[in-house]
């Protein structure tokens, strides 16, 4: 039995399920890359990337516990791979060089407001193998 499109509409004016489809459609991707979108290429060196991912926290202290929640965060960066150029490059196995966009909402509380980040990374490939890359990822930036 195929759903009408009022049955359709009815369920997505439900605005519970509108974070959990957008999530849906976010990780929609292969399951080598799980939680990112697919890499997409601008000339022939840089790559956009979205990623999201979902946590919480944890109410550390007895006063915390007003703040526990379960949060999503999402990524933007732009990144460009390096292909030995100089000799560090290479005695580092031809890291990606980028800066990504941070942003997530904390759990939607009035005290913790959100936070935002933007951060220049560079990633150090530690093995690799036909599906799947092992990276360090080391990053220092602003945060508000």
Known sequence: ????????????????LLPV???????????????????????????????????????HHIEMEIFNAHFTAYEIAVSKATFGKTRWEYMYNYPVIGVGYWYSGLGGSPYLGAAHAVMPFIEFPVSENRGSRLFIRTALGIGY
Do not use: D, W
């Open 21 to 59: 489809l957008f999530l849906i459609l976010l990780n929609a991707s292969p399951p080598s890359s799980f939680g990112q979108f697919k890499h997409t290429r601008i000339r022939s060196n840089l790559v956009f990337t979205g990623k999201t991912s979902y946590g919480f926290l944890i109410p």
């Open 1 to 16: 039995m195929k759903p009408t499109p009022e049955k359709i509409r009815c369920i997505l004016k439900r605005k519970s």
